[in-house]
């Protein structure tokens, strides 16, 4: 039978929503997505438009995540609006993201702040980007300002989402949407008059290894010049992590995650402060290959199985490679099915807290998202909101999973 102990979550969790710049401000006119939305071919089947406008309705937003009871808040600052141009910086914009931390305080909320979610100043990726010998001088430069104008009100700095997606792409991407791709970042140097323009999240194979190591260098430089500029601030990263399970005596599961996450679990290991977990499904591996998610499961919009336990388990392999606290920074599901959203909460929670039972140190859950947002090439047909917004009025409407998440967040319980 479960305990009230069982039930219930240390004093200080972190309870959260998470959302991501270029996905809900709109109009991010300097970015590198902005110029791969509007080129021909594009993978992405429409352009972010104004998205959910929360460029000027971040207060409405909070106000959202405060009617939830929640007591922190995940968003993303633009590199491409603080930092337009190589070498200028916008303090207009960094004060655009002060107000938004103040808000948070104001509302009772801690502010977990990523410094890049993906998107890139259009100048840095039409510079060959992370391949760039000097991104990681750039980046450095860009987070050192930035956590200087911002850093004493930030409670937990990320400085990258998911910076091994391009990885995972690489294998679970179907060969023919590499071709679109490569036309597309074609059309994007052309754009820019650049020699070699790579996307935030989107990189051709030959360039996947530089790719990687030039990310690996600017995290490093990153960390150090937040820590000089803000020593108590904890810095750390958030990976995309399955709940990887091996089928078979010959499974190559293991091979997956080395090629997936050991990078980064080599580089955060000892020298980060915490680490961000963004989990949404489980692979099942066999010798050559994914397998089919088994018969009858729930699946996400794309196609995912929707497996409760799966963030659990991905949270207890992130501690055991890492040893560092564990923070989840995204988990959830794309689908305009709200009631497989309010299934998943409680279900995975339970299991999350079954972690914390055993001792790994979870000190919170983000949940992914706040709103229903720009989902980068899909557009906005895929659904993760606990909120939708209407895209003429931008009116956000709280849906059923929204009360589900918020009776869990009151009681700090299950």
């Known amino acids: 039978m479960t305990t009230d102990h069982q039930r219930t979550f240390p004093a200080d969790f972190l309870w959260g929503a998470s959302t991501a710049a270029h996905q809900i401000e709109g109009s991010n006119v300097n970015s590198d997505c902005w110029v791969m939305e509007h080129v021909q071919p594009s993978m992405f089947v429409e352009p972010s438009g104004d998205a959910a406008d929360s460029l000027h309705r971040w207060p409405d937003d909070l106000d959202l995540a405060q009617a939830l009871g929640l007591n922190t808040y995940r968003f993303s600052l633009e590199w491409a609006r603080i930092e337009p141009e190589e070498g200028h910086f ?101 754009a820019t008059a650049s020699a070699k323009f790579i996307g935030g999240n989107a990189v051709n194979p030959e360039d996947m290894a530089g790719n990687t190591a030039g990310l690996v260098a600017s995290h490093k430089a990153a960390r150090a010049a937040i820590k000089t500029v803000q020593p108590e601030l904890p810095v750390g990263l958030s990976l995309a992590m399955f709940d990887d399970q091996a089928a078979g005596e010959h499974s190559i599961r293991d091979a997956m995650r080395d090629m997936f996450y050991q990078p980064w679990l080599d580089t955060v290991r000892g020298h980060d402060d915490f680490f961000g977990v963004q989990n949404y499904e489980r692979h099942i591996w066999g010798e050559s290959g994914k397998l089919p998610a088994p018969e009858g499961s729930d699946r996400a919009h794309l196609g995912g199985e929707v497996y409760p336990p799966s963030l659990a388990n991905a949270v207890r392999y992130a501690h055991a490679m890492t040893g560092l ?30 972690a914390i039972d055993e001792g790994v140190p979870v000190k919170g859950y983000c949940h992914w998202s706040l709103l229903d947002n720009f989902e980068w090439i899909f557009g906005y047909k895929v659904k993760f909101g606990l909120h939708s917004v209407d895209p003429v009025s931008f009116v956000r409407t709280a849906k059923p999973s929204a009360g589900v998440y918020a009776a869990i967040v009151k009681n700090n319980a299950l």
């Open 90 to 190: 916008s303090n207009a914009m960094l004060d655009y993201y002060q107000a938004i931390i103040a808000g948070c305080h104001a509302r009772g909320l801690k502010p977990v702040v990523t410094f890049n979610h993906f998107s890139l100043p259009r100048w840095f990726a039409a510079d060959a980007a992370w391949l760039n010998p000097h991104a990681p001088r750039r980046f450095a430069r860009y987070c050192e300002r930035a956590a200087r104008h911002l850093g004493q009100g930030i409670s937990h700095a990320l400085t990258f989402n998911e910076p091994n997606i391009m990885n995972i792409l690489s294998v679970l991407l179907p060969p023919h949407m590499f071709d679109t791709q490569r036309a597309m970042l074609e059309a994007a140097a052309r």
């Open 325 to 354: 606290p564990i923070l989840v920074t995204e988990h959830g599901v794309g689908s305009s099915d709200d009631g497989m959203r309010a299934r998943l909460i409680p279900a995975a929670l339970a299991e999350l807290k079954r």
